[in-house]
Nanobody
Framework: VQLQASGGGLVQAGGSLRLSCAAS????????VAWFRQAPGKEREFVAVMSWIGGSTFYADSVKGRFTISRDNAKNTAYLQMRSLKSEDTAVYYCAAVRLGDTSRNLPRDFDYWGQGTLVTVSS
């Protein structure tokens, strides 16, 4: 499956942004999808994951209650709705996918497919 992330941009602290991850190539509905982010000089970190079945989700503590991961299998697209953004949310955001899987997967090595990343900059 090929992934294309989009929707990044510049937003003020406290604002909102929605990222999209468009998938193509294979049946998106059997892929667990996740979002990671990487700030300058830091390692890539887990943000959120949504399983391929049942809609189960899991979030990093740093974004819990502010970010929401969702998916529309009919559109082969996953989303990350981000609210109450903070300057520390500034990073390149990547979507990732793995066939089947579950919400216990939250490391980069758990995912086989990656989008190219989209930059989110939160100004304070």
């Amino acid at each position: 499956v090929q992934l294309q992330a989009s929707g990044g941009g510049l937003v003020q602290a406290g604002g909102s942004l929605r990222l999209s991850c468009a998938a193509s190539g294979r049946a998106f509905n059997v892929y667990t999808v996740a979002w990671f982010r990487q700030a300058p000089g830091k390692e890539r970190e887990f943000v959120a994951v949504m399983s391929w079945i049942g809609g189960s989700t899991f979030y990093a503590d740093s974004v819990k209650g502010r970010f929401t991961i969702s998916r529309d299998n009919a559109k082969n697209t996953a989303y990350l709705q981000m609210r109450s953004l903070k300057s520390e949310d500034t990073a390149v955001y990547y979507c990732a996918a793995v066939r089947l899987g579950d919400t216990s997967r939250n490391l980069p090595r758990d995912f086989d497919y990656w989008g190219q990343g989209t930059l989110v900059t939160v100004s304070s």
